[in-house]
């Protein structure tokens, strides 16, 4: 990664964020654009009014999410897992009909104690309520999620 006065620096991962208005190029293109500048898309991921393209994560405007839905982090995740499966599905001429679970999911880490935030649209617990909701044992839980979520992205 280069920095802006042109030194290197060395990253094991970059992440592209657009602006909070989405990203010009996208606005620039002939492919549909929310009111909030970015790619508008709906629950199935896919581009309204164009075929087999399909978006998921901060440069997607999904369709109607309740107001405490997030755009990025694990609900990137889960939207980008449902874009995949229907654009495999459309590509394979059968219809998209993959959808996600909105959901809102972090650890706390407070250093001493740690509190699970958790709310989802069908009301379910996260991982069938085996964890406590406020508890020391979180922060080794999260610092394992991390480790599991970053083997994951550099090794398989």
């Known amino acids: 990664m280069v920095n802006p006065?042109?030194?290197f620096r060395?990253?094991?991962l970059v992440?592209?964020?657009p602006e909070m208005t989405g990203p010009k190029?996208?606005?620039?293109?002939c492919?549909?654009?929310s009111v909030g500048g970015h790619l508008d898309v709906d629950r199935y991921g896919q581009a309204r009014e164009l075929h087999n393209?399909?978006?998921?994560?901060?440069c997607a405007s999904h369709e109607a999410p309740p107001p405490w839905v997030p755009h990025q982090a694990h609900m990137a995740q889960l939207r980008a897992k449902a874009a995949a499966r229907n654009m495999k599905a459309v590509l394979a001429g059968k219809s998209a009909t993959n959808r996600y679970r909105h959901e809102l999911s972090c650890i706390l880490d407070m250093e001493n104690d740690a509190l699970w935030m958790h709310v989802s649209e069908d009301g379910k617990p996260p991982f069938w309520n085996i964890f406590p909701r406020r508890s020391k044992i979180l922060i080794r839980v999260k610092g394992s999620f991390e480790w599991i979520f970053l083997y994951?992205?550099?090794h398989l």
């Open 10 to 12: 060395k990253a094991d």
């Open 53 to 58: 393209v399909f978006a998921a994560g901060d």
């Open 25 to 29: 190029f996208a606005q620039q293109s």
């Open 5 to 7: 006065d042109g030194t």
């Open 152 to 154: 994951y992205l550099r």
């Open 15 to 17: 992440l592209y964020s």
């Open 31 to 33: 492919l549909p654009i």
